[in-house]
């Protein structure tokens, strides 16, 4: 199967900007969806297609895909963002399957 | 907005098989995909494979083929997935989670809106 990758760590001070990235083959042809997942919980969609957010989400969370990598940017972070965050997309060697990058964890410092 | 419940726990011996429940209640049953999602301690997430509750077809990743089968009953809105053959290695959070796609649009993109809260599933002799 195909593999996405993450950064396994990215940190960002209270009220900045931070940007997490994935990279995989498969983002040049599939949209990528974006995970939030907080110790003891299930995870919570934050972006998909790219960059769509489910209702309930702030709209400082954003998604971006350039070539072979996709990007969440949360745009003035705060406390509560402080989670794993785990990409998606359809796998490019099988279409019907999903892969999932190995995620990252956002401090906020 | 729906939901899918899971059952807490289960546990299971080295070779034996578990079978975890889904019910899901607050929207058409058969018209969104339900996938499976493993997590172990203090690792990441790992896509199982997708079930149409409608048709009936699955498509599993390629790491369990032969190993898993995700079913459904529609009469009670309740989808399950059987893990056989476990090794301590299968010890993980076991989640359901419905495509935020209906399964008319004939292909899943990997976007799941609504989860179940997990099924801690324990391998152990």
């Known amino acids: 199967s195909s593999e996405l990758t993450q950064d396994p760590a990215v940190s960002v001070a209270l009220g900045q900007t931070v940007t997490i990235t994935c990279q995989g083959a498969?983002?040049?042809?599939?949209?990528a969806n974006w995970y939030q997942q907080k110790p003891g919980q299930a995870p919570l969609l934050v972006i998909y297609?790219?960059?769509n957010r489910p209702s309930g989400i702030p709209d400082r969370f954003s998604g971006s895909t350039s070539g072979y990598t996709a990007s969440l940017t949360i745009t003035g972070a705060q406390a509560e963002d402080e989670a794993d965050y785990y990409c998606n997309s359809r796998d490019s060697s099988n279409d019907h399957r999903v892969v999932f990058g190995g995620g990252t964890k956002l401090t906020v410092l | 907005q729906g939901q899918v419940v899971q059952s807490g726990a289960e546990v299971a011996k080295p070779g034996a098989s578990v079978k975890v429940p889904c019910k899901a209640s607050g929207y058409t049953f058969t018209g969104y995909y339900i996938h499976w999602v493993r997590q172990a301690p203090g690792e990441g997430l790992e896509w199982m494979g997708w079930l149409n509750p409608n048709s009936g077809d699955t498509h599993y990743a390629q790491k369990f083929q032969g190993r898993v089968s995700m079913t459904r009953d529609t009469s009670i809105s309740a989808a399950y997935m059987e893990l056989s053959r476990l090794q301590s290695d299968d010890t993980a959070m076991y989640y359901c989670?419905?495509?935020?796609?209906?399964?008319?649009?004939?292909?899943?993109?990997?976007?799941?809106?609504?989860w179940g809260q997990g099924t801690r599933v324990t391998v152990s002799s």
């Open positions: 498969s983002l040049r042809r599939f949209y």
């Open positions: 297609d790219k960059n």
């Open positions: 989670a419905r495509d935020i796609h209906i399964v008319a649009a004939a292909v899943t993109t990997g976007a799941f809106d609504i």
